[in-house]
């Protein structure tokens, strides 16, 4: 059974960091992207940051130079470094990798 279980959420003041962990079960993960996604109150869930299996990444354009997405296929398992939180980056966010998703992990960032 897939499964993809995030950690590492919290709460934090502005200009403090978070990492967040996606944990994947089975060995799908090395063969997918992976994906960071968030969803803020009241609005769509909106792309983060994503790396292929070549190592590509891609960023939105709010987080670029802040955030940075990591992979290791050998562990199943993806991060996502986040520096210089700001209010507005405060969401659910979710890990995707190819059509699965996890259950999404709480980010709050006060001002």
């Known amino acids: 059974q897939v499964q993809l279980v995030e950690s590492g959420g919290g709460l934090v003041q502005a200009g403090g960091s978070l990492r967040l962990s996606c944990a994947a079960s089975?060995?799908?993960?090395?063969?997918?992207?992976m994906a960071w996604y968030r969803q803020a109150p009241g609005k769509e869930r909106e792309f983060v940051a994503q790396r292929n299996t070549g190592g590509a990444t891609a960023y939105a354009e709010s987080v670029k130079g802040r955030f940075a997405i990591y992979r290791d296929n050998a562990q199943n398992r993806g991060e996502l470094q986040m520096n210089n939180l700001r209010p507005e980056d405060t969401g659910v966010y979710y890990c995707?990798?190819?059509?699965?998703w996890g259950q999404g992990t709480q980010v709050t960032v006060s001002s």
């Open positions: 995707r990798v190819g059509d699965y």
């Open positions: 089975g060995n799908f993960f090395v063969r997918n992207y």
